[in-house]
């Protein structure tokens, strides 16, 4: 008994509307796609190279340790109490400027809920020390 070969049968994939599939797809995602509109930190930045001399009476000095206690003025101070303190003397100085240094270890949050407790007092005038 002879038995007769059979011829494989191709198995093919249609392509002939990939690319229709892949532009559809491209259009739905690009229609959808939502983007949001983060708010960051309004800070005014000064030119570069430009320095400005400032009395150190006007100078408030703010520093953030890295278990978030706060000092001001080398004075330790409570963070629930900052925005009245910070106020009070916005009051007898408004030529003030809150100079916010925070220790390398510390915690971003540590230092954004400074600066929120001071523009909560009205303090326009906030200068973040860089870390050497």
Known sequence: MAFRKRNPSKAEI???SMGDIAFLLLIFFMVSTVFSNEVGLQIVLPEKGQEVKVKSKN???????KDGSVRLNGQPIDLSNLTPTARRLLSENSNLIFSIKTNPEAKYTYMIAVFDKLRLANAERISLVPNK
């Open 14 to 16: 249609p392509t002939s």
């Open 59 to 65: 100078i408030v000095k703010v520093y953030v340790d």
